[in-house]
């Protein structure tokens, strides 16, 4: 009994600030840009605009929520509830702390520890690739059908890269939980031992979220935004969550793979992963401020000819060192 | 008790779910609905791996089978036009007698292979087989050759593709 109060409370607070990370990312993000591209970003509701989220998302809420005549209705409801809950599980398997004793009951901070955690976690984001996918197909658009099967192609390809980066540092930790590989790192952290499969692994999942510069998908300047052309009101704010919670659920695995997970000195534990997590979503805002758009048969390119050898010739290199 | 009785109904929906999904999968009209459903069965198929207390089958089968070949395979749906075929009329030929005759016999006999073997009682020491080290250690050690075997026909495969998809003749010019 104590165990399911446990995991229920554990659920509900980290999905509320999850969820509340969510929210904030999207000013974040808006800020951050703004400020690249020197003005100021939304400051109109709140102090410094920080009330924007909650009136997008009641702006979003009271919108006519329109469904094309000639789309395929039920998937056209389905698909962004696919793309947020796929990465609402995501999140259920990553270590943000040590357990902590509470009323003389040690509580772990996490939801579950999997035997099989990477595995899982491929597993759920490759279903969440259904999402974009089947939304841009459903919409009965061609640019929507176009970003779907641009998304489709992309995902294929950089989901191979992707599981290959991650290989040396299963290699290394020699286990698939995620709470191992944790603490495996307590004296020195993976990127130290695996910095080229650290950048693959940040390059693939920009690529694997659909981010700037491999926003092919959604290409506005060619697409009209693609996927997601024929979405309004809360459907269109459900597939801008779950580009969010994507976005976080990558860094929160990026953090705990390679940058050490919870562990760090002085601070307790749960700060180091947001830390740690915040300093790498700010790197994916920066860059998109900075970055160009690639050509989609530049994206091909770089993801078969150049990421998928190196990401081989890495894992290849860690096993002849390992051996020796 | 508790657990087991959780466990029981846990198999009762999957199953009926994986069921009525691969049902569904092949009387839909709509090759992409036809798809879903099929992704459908596959997660129900994992969930009962989990039951079974392999959880390295169960998340394989999600990545490998519902999420890498159902994407490639929703992906061909959409490249190709399938509206002609989508308009067809229930026609009875004789590929189409000859599919149901093997699928009968096959049914038969997955009925009587499993009937004549199936195990009864508890789980046994087969429950560790789902296990990522065990599965490993096996491949690497008692497996060996058929797991190279099937590693390089595999590769063969691929080269075959490559070459197929290739536009011009090997030996020619190629882009």
Known sequence: MALLIESVVKVIVVFGIFMGCVAYMTLLERKVLGRVQVRFGPNRVGPFGLWQPIADGIKAFFKEDLIPANADKPIFILAPMITVASALCLIAVIPFGDKITLFGHTIYLRITDLDVGILYLFAFASIGEYGVVLGGWASGNKYGVIGAMRAAAQMISYELALSLSVIGVIMISGSLSLSVIVEKQAHMWNVVYQPFAFIFYMVCALAEINRTPFDMPEAEAELACGYNIEYSSMKFALFFMGEYAHLVVVCAVATTLFLGGWQGPFLPGVLWFLIKTFVLVFFCIWERGTFPRLRYDQIMHFGWKILLPLTLANVVVTAIVMAL | ?175
Not at chain 2, 21 to 30: F, K, P, V
Not at chain 2, 69 to 79: P, W
Not at chain 2, 93 to 105: C, D, N, P, W
Not at chain 2, 136 to 161: D, H, N, Q, R
């Open chain 2, 1 to 175: 008790m508790a657990v087991l009785i959780a466990k029981w109904v846990i198999f009762v929906i999957t199953s009926l779910l994986a069921i009525v999904s691969s049902l569904l999968m092949i009387t839909r009209r709509n090759t992409i609905h036809s798809a879903l459903f099929m992704i459908l069965a596959f997660v129900a198929s994992a969930i009962l791996y989990l039951l079974l207390g392999c959880q390295f089958m169960a998340m394989i089968q999600i990545i490998v089978y519902a999420g890498a070949v159902m994407m490639l395979i929703l992906f061909v749906i959409m490249m190709i036009d399938l509206s002609k075929e989508e308009k067809l009329k229930m026609k009875v030929t004789r590929t189409k007698i000859a599919g149901v005759i093997v699928s009968v016999l096959f049914m038969l006999a997955l009925i009587l292979v499993m009937g004549l073997n199936s195990v009864k009682g508890k789980l046994g020491a087969l429950s560790s087989i789902g296990d990522a080290k065990t599965i490993g250690t096996l491949l690497f050690t008692k497996y060996l050759l058929p797991f190279e075997v099937a590693s390089i026909l595999l590769l063969a495969a691929m080269v075959g593709a490559v070459m197929l998809s290739k536009k011009k003749a090997f030996g020619g010019e190629d882009q």
